[in-house]
T-cell receptor, first 117, second 116 residues
Framework: NAGVMQNPRHLVRRRGQEARLRCSPM?????VYWYRQLPEEGLKFMVY????????ESGMPKERFSAEFPKEGPSILRIQQVVRGDSAAYFC???????????????FGNGTRLTVT | AQKVTQAQTEISVVEKEDVTLDCVYE???????LFWYKQPPSGELVFLIR??????QNEISGRYSWNFQKSTSSFNFTITASQVVDSAVYFC?????????????FGEGTQLTVNP
């Protein structure tokens, strides 16, 4: 039973290029969360998605960042025109369908380390 | 709004010492969940424990123990007889029932270094 799969594990981009980070949730999980960990800091929530829907994007930077979770295929976090400040570890987590009154734990992937040169 | 504070940025101990990592949280919810995660140098996040707000019993798992005190909004983590392999960044996190999905709010982490 594979866990949350993120790829690539490491990604190097030059300033101005695009970065695409992929996340395949655990089997049976329909909810995906993206977190960013800047160097020497904790994890900060970015976005919460269900299949084909963005539920909460309150942590997403207003420009250059977008996320999707299509009906088929992995969730994608896309960063356009990357800058050095985007260098960070990006973690994806997934959970099953939420049921009222029951907590569904998050399962984290191993992260993608983005380096912008 | 929820908030998690880990006041200790770095702790350094010698092997076999006991060490306690502090975590203080803020929430307006009556139902919430508290977590500890370990992030070793390899970078992945390792889940350690989850407690819900209605269960204040302390928990022990091997050399790990957790002290949940609602009165002081704290959820402290103690490692007994620390080992070099315990060296990692430890994160405390909070999830509120009313928050979207299972979204977690993390503290800034405590870097624990256990020296031989």
């Amino acid at each position: 039973n594979a866990g949350v799969m993120q790829n690539p594990r490491h990604l190097v981009r030059r300033r101005g290029q695009e970065a695409r980070l992929r996340c395949s949730p655990m089997k049976g999980h329909s909810h995906v969360y993206w977190y960013r960990q800047l160097p020497e800091e904790g994890l900060k929530f970015m976005v919460y998605l269900q299949k084909e829907n963005i539920i909460d994007e309150s942590g997403m930077p207003k420009e250059r960042f977008s996320a999707e979770f299509p009906k088929e295929g992995p969730s994608i976090l896309r960063i356009q025109q990357v800058v050095r400040g985007d260098s960070a570890a990006y973690f994806c987590a997934s959970s099953p369908l939420q049921r009222a009154g029951m907590y569904s734990p998050l399962h984290f992937g191993n992260g993608t380390r983005l380096t912008v040169t | 709004a929820q908030k998690v504070t880990q006041a200790q940025t770095e702790i350094s101990v010698v092997e076999k010492e006991d060490v306690t990592l502090d975590c203080v949280y803020e929430t307006r919810d009556t139902t919430y969940y508290l977590f500890w995660y370990k992030q070793p140098p390899s970078g992945e996040l390792v889940f350690l424990i989850r407690r819900n707000s209605f269960d204040e019993q302390n928990e022990i798992s091997g050399r790990y123990s957790w002290n949940f005190q609602k009165s002081t909004s704290s959820f402290n983590f103690t490692i007994t007889a620390s080992q070099v392999v315990d060296s990692a960044v430890y994160f405390c996190a909070l999830s509120e029932e009313e928050t979207s999905g299972s979204r977690l709010t993390f503290g800034e982490g405590t870097q624990l270094t256990v020296n031989p």
